[in-house]
C-alpha cells in the first residue's frame, strides 16, 4: 500500500511539473493565467495521484503494463521541455538552449519537404504571416514530430524484442482496458478493430489537423502562435497525439495477439483431447 502510494505521489509530481514547466522556464508573463497554471498543475496532479493511489481502475488505459503510459508521458514531457529550453533563448541565452536552438533549426530545413508535416504546417500559416513566425513554426513543429517519433520507435523496438505486456505475469484486460466491455461480440475482432482504427487515425492526424486549422483561418488567428505558451502546446497536442493513437493501437493490436494465440492453443489441445 505504503509503495503504491508513494508510485503515486512521485507520478503527480511529474505530471504537475510537466504543466508548469513553460511558465517555469520562459520569462514571458501570463498576467491573470498565473493562477490558472498553478490550478491546472495541481488539478492534473491530484488526478494522476487518484488514479495510480487506488487498487481499482478508472480510466487510464495499460496503467499496468508499463513502459507504455510513462512513453506517452516522455514524449509529451520532452516536446514541452526541449521547446521551452528553446524558446527561452530570445530571453535568457544558454549553451544548452543555443545547442538545441541549432539542432532544430538544423530538423526544420531537413524536414521541410513536400507532404511532411513540417511543409503542411507551413502551408497552414496565413500568406501574411511574419518570417520570424514561419521559421519557429518550421522548428518547433521538426522538434516535436522527432522526439514523438523517437518515443514511438522505442515502444516498437520494445515490442519486437521483449514479450510486452506480460513479461513473466498475466495481463489483465479489466485493470488495462477499463473503459472495453468484453460482453458485446466477440472481444478478438473488436480489439482488432479497434488497433487499425487507431493507427490509421494516427498516421492521418499530421495531415487532417493542418487542413482544419487553414479552414478555420477565418476565425483563429494563427499569429496567436507567436505566443510561447501557445505555440508549445499545440505542437506538443500535434505531435503526440497521433502519436499516441498509434502507441495505442500497436498496444491493443498485441493484445489480440494475445488473445488469438491463446484460443488458437486451447483449440489444438482441444483437438488433442478428442483425438485421444
Not at 12 to 40: R, Y
Not at 184 to 200: E, F, H, S, T
Not at 231 to 245: E, G, Q, R, Y
Request: net charge positive; aromatic share 8%.
Amino acid at each position: 500500500m505504503v509503495e503504491r502510494l508513494v508510485g503515486a505521489g512521485v507520478r503527480a509530481i511529474w505530471v504537475a511539473l510537466l504543466v508548469a514547466i513553460p511558465f517555469l522556464l520562459l520569462p514571458v508573463g501570463l498576467g491573470d493565467a498565473t493562477a490558472l497554471v498553478v490550478l491546472l498543475a495541481a488539478l492534473a496532479g491530484l488526478m494522476t495521484f487518484l488514479e495510480y493511489a487506488t487498487h481499482y481502475p478508472s480510466v487510464l488505459e495499460f496503467r499496468d503494463a508499463p513502459p507504455l503510459n510513462r512513453l506517452r508521458f516522455a514524449a509529451a514531457f520532452l516536446v514541452v521541455l526541449v521547446l521551452s529550453l528553446i524558446l527561452r533563448v530570445d530571453y535568457v541565452p544558454t549553451q544548452l538552449g543555443l545547442l538545441l536552438q541549432a539542432l532544430g533549426q538544423r530538423l526544420g530545413d531537413l524536414a521541410d519537404f513536400p507532404y511532411s508535416p513540417v511543409r503542411l504546417a507551413l502551408l497552414a500559416m496565413p500568406a501574411d504571416s511574419p518570417q520570424a513566425l514561419i521559421d519557429i513554426v518550421r522548428m518547433a513543429t521538426a522538434v516535436a514530430y522527432t522526439l514523438a517519433g523517437a518515443v514511438l520507435l522505442l515502444f516498437l523496438l520494445i515490442l519486437h524484442f521483449t514479450a510486452w505486456p506480460v513479461r513473466g505475469g498475466g495481463f489483465n484486460v479489466w485493470v488495462n482496458l477499463p473503459m472495453f466491455d468484453p460482453t458485446k461480440g466477440d472481444v478478438l475482432v473488436r480489439l482488432q478493430r479497434d488497433a487499425r482504427i487507431n493507427v490509421m487515425l494516427g498516421f492521418i492526424l499530421p495531415f487532417l489537423l493542418p487542413a482544419v486549422l487553414k479552414g478555420l483561418a477565418g476565425w483563429v488567428d494563427l499569429k496567436v502562435l507567436m505566443n510561447p505558451h501557445v505555440l508549445i502546446w499545440c505542437m506538443m497536442i500535434w505531435a503526440c497525439l497521433p502519436a499516441n493513437m498509434i502507441l495505442r493501437g500497436v498496444a491493443i493490436g498485441r493484445v489480440a495477439d494475445m488473445i488469438d494465440e491463446k484460443r488458437r492453443r486451447t483449440y489444438a489441445e482441444a483437438k488433442v483431447i478428442d483425438t485421444v
